[in-house]
């Protein structure tokens, strides 16, 4: 059984869908980026229809939800971590759910993790892929030091950022693609985009060519990524994911990440098991970020999460 529709929040209307019977366990899925969107969809096939009620959305700006980011400038600086938060929980009120098992892929186990800091009596277990907490340090790798490994592509990225004095680089961007001047901001996207293909090309399933294809799509990706990183994703003074995830004790936690993910490297995974006694670190060895064999551990962990539950 598949279901869809929009929920009326502040300034926007998120798009939801949800496949499964509504009378069994509930799952969020939280797509990565920020930006990336549901896509095609595929999250929907990992759960067991008949056992899971699997419910994703586009994350405001992005997707099916509107107004797209581009499209809105003017309220770009809602655009946060906690609104997203509010957004996930006006989800939950509209469908009904009391608890649900929270997952999430790259950016979205960031937002996975922060929703369950904020609401962990909403949470029943929580299993994460390619795993990210989007702090400074992880920011400055992926944008900055891992130019190191692809120096050639990082010094035309560099070039590119038209960077002020003093400026980081995810900070150029980010200018740039909120400013006035859109014939710039498309410039600026596709060079973020051609950064973006390279640091993911050690990936044993990556495809060589241009990351997104769509300039709409290449720019909401850009522009929210870039607006997200640039401001420690919204979760600096006190709402640090690593300094509070000893909060999370006792909630069920699977942290699945490849070996070979260069853009964000298994450091940060194994820093969070070492700080939550009841999470459970799961590397996949050939994989990079994200994977078929993690998507698989992914679909472990939400059955054993429902199983203890």
């Known amino acids: 059984m598949a279901s869809g529709g929009w929920v009326e929040v502040a300034n ?11 009378a069994c366990v509930p799952v969020l ?3 990565g980026g920020p930006g990336g969107s549901l896509g095609k969809g595929g999250y929907r096939k990992r759960h067991d229809p008949a056992r899971f009620w699997t419910v994703g959305f586009d994350q405001r700006g992005c997707g099916k939800s509107i107004p797209a980011v ?3 400038l003017d309220h ?3 655009n ?11 989800v939950r009120r509209h469908l009904g759910i009391e608890k649900w098992i929270v997952t999430g892929v790259s950016w979205g186990s960031t937002l996975a993790l922060a929703y369950a800091l904020e609401y962990p009596e909403r949470v029943i277990g929580i299993a994460l892929v390619a795993v990210t907490t989007t702090s400074r340090d992880e920011v400055q790798w992926i944008t900055e030091g891992v130019g190191c490994i692809f120096p050639e592509a990082w010094d035309a990225f560099a070039a590119a950022a038209n960077a002020k004095p003093g400026e980081r680089l995810v900070e150029a961007y980010a200018r740039r693609l909120a400013g006035a001047d859109r014939d710039d901001a498309q410039k600026a996207a596709l060079a973020w985009d051609r950064w973006e293909a390279t640091h993911v090309s050690l990936d044993p399933h990556w495809q060589p060519g241009t990351l997104i294809e769509d300039e709409r799509e290449r720019m909401t990706f850009a522009l929210l990524v870039t607006h997200y990183w640039s401001n420690d994703a919204f979760l600096a003074e006190g709402r640090d994911i690593m300094a509070r995830i000893r909060e999370l004790e006792g909630v069920p936690g699977y942290l699945i990440h490849g070996r070979r993910d260069v853009s964000g490297p298994v450091i940060t995974p194994w820093k969070l098991h070492q700080r939550w006694a009841t999470s459970r670190l799961i590397v996949i060895e050939n ?3 994200g994977g078929p064999e ?3 551990a992914l679909t472990k962990a939400v059955e054993a999460i429902a199983g203890s539950a």
């Open 29 to 31: 899925y939280l797509h």
């Open 70 to 72: 581009q499209d809105d």
């Open 287 to 289: 994989e990079g970020h």
């Open 12 to 22: 926007a209307r998120i798009y939801w869908e949800a496949t499964g019977d509504p």
């Open 80 to 90: 946060t971590t906690q609104t997203l938060i509010c957004d996930i929980e006006a």
């Open 294 to 296: 993690s998507m698989m």
């Open 76 to 78: 770009l600086g809602e």
